[in-house]
């Protein structure tokens, strides 16, 4: 309920900076279609849809994954605030392992307008 929430407020309140928050990453190595329909690649993350929908474009700040990605993806064992990251290289999805990262939410689903702020999601 508090993850619909901070969508619906990020959706209504537009302008500000981008909000950041704290998630859990995991990382996974199969090739295949996406729940999109895109083909697995580098760039792309799996997310629970009611936290983050599809087409949603987000920046990992910290950790070995840094980097810009895209929502393309979702699974059943995604929830809440957690990400799942394609690595290709299965030894090194492996080691990745879960930790904690910090995200910046860059567009909120495919409406390029819908972009979270900092002080719709509480977040800093």
């Not at 999109?36 to 994954?65: E, H, Q, Y």
């Amino acid at each position: 309920m508090r993850s619909l929430l901070w969508a619906l407020a990020a959706v209504i309140s537009l302008g500000a900076a981008p909000a950041t928050l704290r998630v859990k990453a995991t990382a996974y190595c199969q090739s295949g279609t996406t729940k999109s329909g895109a083909p697995a690649r580098k760039g792309i993350i799996a997310a629970d849809p009611a936290v983050l929908p599809v087409g949603t474009v987000l920046r990992i700040l910290d950790g070995p994954a840094a980097g810009i990605y895209t929502v393309m993806d979702t699974g059943t064992a995604v929830k809440g605030r957690t990400i799942d990251i394609f690595i290709p290289d299965c030894n090194r999805a492996r080691r990745f392992g879960r930790q904690s990262v910090r995200v910046r939410i860059l567009r909120h689903g495919w409406d390029p307008k819908a972009t979270p702020t900092a002080a719709a999601t509480g977040s800093k």
